[in-house]
C-alpha cells in the first residue's frame, strides 16, 4: 500500500481524505478544525516540521500557496505532487521529485461523491513516478489519464465552461423565474435531461432551441424579457456563439 500525506484542509483536501482513508498515514492542516465534521484514520499535525514518512505528498491547497509549502517538505528526493489544474510542475521544489494530481471535479464541502468516477488526470517527471502515482489513483476510481501541463490547462478552461459557467447559468436562470414568481424546480427534470444527453450523445447532437432552428421572432421576444444587461448580453453572446458553430458543421 503507498504511503500519503495529504497537505490541506479545504474542499478539495477535505473529499481526498475520505477518498484515500486506506493508503493516509497523516493529514497537515494548519487549520485543523475545518476537519472536525471528518473520519479521519491518522493524525492531523498543525506544521510542515512534524510532516511524517511517506510515498507520496499531496499538496490540496489554493494554488498560490503551493509552492511555499512544497518548500517546507522535509528532507529532499521525495514525491510531492499538486492537485491544481491551472498550475504546472515547474512551481515546486527542484530537490524534490515533482508531479501533479488532479481530480477533475466540482468539489462543495459536505457534498458527497461517488469518488471510483472521478477523473485522475496524472503527471510526472518519470515513468517510475507515474507508475506510483497511478497506482494511488486507481486505489480509489477506474479513471486515470496521462494528461500533461497543457492538456491540463485546456482541461480546466474546459471545465469553467462546463461546470462552472453553466452553474452561473442556472442561476441567471434562477433568477428570471424568481422575477416572474416561478419556482426553479420546474426547470430541474429539463437541467437533469441535458446533463443526461450529453452521456450518450455529443454537445452537437443534443443540441437544440431557437437558436438552432434560426428562429429569429422566439429569439426577439426571448429579448424582450430580459431587462438586465448582463444576461441580454449573455442571451446574445451565446445565441451567436451556437448559430456560428451550426453554420461551421
Known amino acids: 500500500m503507498i504511503r500519503l500525506v495529504i497537505i490541506g484542509s479545504g474542499n478539495v483536501a477535505q473529499h481526498l481524505i475520505q477518498a484515500f482513508q486506506k493508503s493516509l498515514v497523516q493529514v497537515v492542516a494548519r487549520h485543523p478544525e475545518t476537519l472536525n465534521s471528518l473520519s479521519i484514520p491518522c493524525p492531523v499535525v498543525t506544521s510542515m516540521s512534524e510532516v511524517a514518512d511517506a510515498d ?27 492537485t491544481s489544474g491551472a498550475t504546472g510542475m515547474h512551481v515546486l521544489p527542484h530537490h524534490h521529485r515533482k508531479g501533479v494530481f488532479y481530480p477533475l471535479q466540482t468539489f462543495t464541502k459536505g457534498k458527497p461523491l461517488e469518488y471510483s468516477t472521478i477523473p485522475f488526470c496524472l503527471e510526472a517527471e518519470t515513468t517510475e513516478d507515474y507508475a506510483v502515482l497511478e497506482q494511488l489513483a486507481r486505489t480509489v476510481s477506474h479513471a486515470i489519464y496521462p494528461i500533461d501541463e497543457k492538456q491540463r490547462l485546456a482541461l480546466h478552461v474546459a471545465a469553467v465552461f462546463v461546470c462552472n459557467f453553466t452553474n452561473h447559468l442556472y442561476q441567471v436562470g434562477a433568477d428570471l423565474c424568481a422575477e416572474h ?3 426553479f424546480d420546474v426547470l430541474k427534470p429539463l437541467i437533469l435531461e441535458t446533463a443526461a444527453k450529453v452521456q450518450i450523445l455529443t454537445p452537437a447532437q443534443a443540441q437544440t432551441g431557437p ?29 451567436q456563439s451556437i448559430i456560428d458553430h451550426v453554420q461551421k458543421l
Open 211 to 239: 437558436a438552432l432552428r434560426g428562429d429569429t421572432a422566439t429569439l426577439e421576444r426571448h429579448q424582450t424579457m430580459l431587462t438586465q444587461k448582463n444576461p441580454q448580453e449573455i442571451y446574445q453572446l451565446l445565441t
Open 56 to 82: 507520496v505528498y499531496l499538496i490540496a491547497v489554493s494554488d498560490h500557496a503551493i509552492a511555499a509549502l512544497a518548500q517546507e517538505i522535509p528532507g529532499k528526493g521525495k514525491l510531492v505532487v499538486h
Open 181 to 183: 414568481h416561478i419556482s
